[in-house]
């Protein structure tokens, strides 16, 4: 298997004293060896050599952030399926509870997914009787989709199976330092949130 440009042929094999970065990286790792994590440290470590102009620093914060969202996301996900359950009509379900009865185009922009999505999903909530929808009195453009009883049963109990694995990523960090995570992160995406060049789904 082809190494890492960069990497040493002739290196002897690699001892728990070549771990570097917190995500563990090997210096003789290779593709089949390499994890989701592991390759953030691996590309933070090369591209900044091929490429000067790079920035390793905020390249290590948002790849690390992707990453950990996407390791985070796929496991709850594959956790909920297992239980019979549908993330992806959690997100729906939390925001029509929340707001009760919603305008289409805005359950679209606050789930952060797109038109088609979220018209499937709704389909599949009006099918199980989880929501209603009707046409404005207003604009005949615009459809409203309003929680049902049973939608705000199945969100309850689907979302406490959700949670639960929620506990299980922040049982990771204490207390305290789950609250200095939230409030980095509230301090990188509040700042930007208002920039003209920050690119938003509308």
Not at 72 to 81: E, K, M
Request: proline share 5%; net charge neutral; glycine share 4%.
């Amino acid at each position: 298997m082809k190494k890492p440009r960069g990497s040493n042929p002739d290196a002897k094999a690699a001892t728990p004293e070549t771990v570097s970065g917190p995500a563990g990286f090997l210096a003789d790792e290779t593709s089949q060896t390499t994890t989701l994590w592991s390759l953030v440290e691996l590309a933070v470590r090369e591209i900044p050599r091929r490429f000067p102009e790079i920035a390793p620093d905020a390249m290590r914060l948002c790849m690390s952030l992707s990453c950990g969202a996407d390791l985070v996301s796929y496991d709850i996900s594959a956790t909920i399926r297992e239980r019979q359950g549908s993330v992806p009509v959690i997100n729906p379900l939390l925001v029509l509870s929340l707001f009760e009865e919603i305008e289409m185009r805005d359950l679209t922009r606050l789930c952060n997914r797109s038109r088609a999505a979220i018209s499937t999903i709704v389909d599949e909530l009006f099918e199980l009787g989880y929501v209603t929808r009707r046409i404005s009195p207003d604009d005949r453009r615009v459809a409203i989709i309003k929680i049902t009883p049973a939608g705000h049963e199945a969100f309850r109990r689907m979302f406490v199976q959700y949670n639960s694995r929620e506990q299980y990523w922040a049982g990771a960090l204490t207390a305290e330092e789950q609250k200095q995570f939230v409030t980095l992160l509230g301090k990188l995406v509040n700042s930007r949130l208002t920039d003209q060049d920050t690119r938003l789904r509308r």
